[in-house]
T-cell receptor, first 114, second 115 residues
């Protein structure tokens, strides 16, 4: 079975531009998670969805960040406008159910904002 | 607020050594604890998941234990190999109402196994 698929793998863009990160969860998984990883702060949960509905977005840093899950097989994380401090690796993960099953991670999107 | 600590941040051992990686967490009200492995430039691979009612889980040369009351978990790696070199992260799923899926991660231990 295919794992969690993220695109693009790398993104380099200039400050102020809109950035859209994409994620396809594992088929049959109904929970989806967006994380951000930096050297300073480690891995942080940004938002998670259950059955396509956002459950907890308390980790979203500010209004410049938004996430959507229009259907069970696709999610986006958008940053508009982007800033250099948004540079990080963004991971998407999915799991079957909310709490008792392991989360499976994609390979991440390495984002650099110049 | 749950906090997860992994010390030391880095570890270097010779091949063949048995080793223990430590993880501590501040709030013992957890659903489960998960150990991950992360290779450079890659995502996280789930190694072991221990439910709060369990004491340990084993997979091959890996054994993870959980002492919920003391807020500790260990990952034991037997007969380490150079291929075990990676960063190992511990993550705790807290039992907070309304956020029962939130994983809180430690910053990881970067392991280097020397041939």
């Amino acid at each position: 079975d295919a794992g969690v698929i993220q695109s693009p793998r790398h993104e380099v863009t200039e400050m102020g531009q809109e950035v859209t990160l994409r994620c396809k969860p594992i088929s049959g998984h109904n929970s989806l998670f967006w994380y951000r990883q930096t050297m300073m702060r480690g891995l942080e949960l940004l938002i998670y969805f259950n059955n396509n509905v956002p459950i907890d977005d308390s980790g979203m840093p500010e209004d410049r960040f938004s996430a959507k899950m229009p259907n069970a097989s696709f999610s986006t994380l958008k940053i508009q406008p982007s800033e250099p401090r948004d540079s990080a690796v963004y991971f998407c993960a999915s799991s079957r159910g909310q709490g008792y099953q392991p989360q499976h991670f994609g390979d991440g999107t390495r984002l650099s904002i110049l | 607020k749950q906090e997860v600590t992994q010390i030391p941040a880095a570890l270097s051992v010779p091949e063949g050594e048995n080793l223990v990686l430590n993880c501590s967490f501040t709030d013992s009200a957890i659903y489960n604890l998960q150990w991950f492995r992360q290779d450079p430039g890659k995502g996280l691979t789930s190694l072991l998941l221990i439910q709060s009612s369990q004491r340990e889980q084993t997979s091959g040369r890996l054994n993870a234990s959980l002492d919920k009351s003391s807020g500790r978990s260990t990952l034991y790696i037997a007969a380490s190999q150079p291929g075990d070199s990676a960063t190992y992260l511990c993550a705790v799923r807290s039992a907070n109402t309304g956020a029962n899926s939130k994983l809180t991660f430690g910053k990881g231990i970067t392991l280097s196994v020397r041939p």
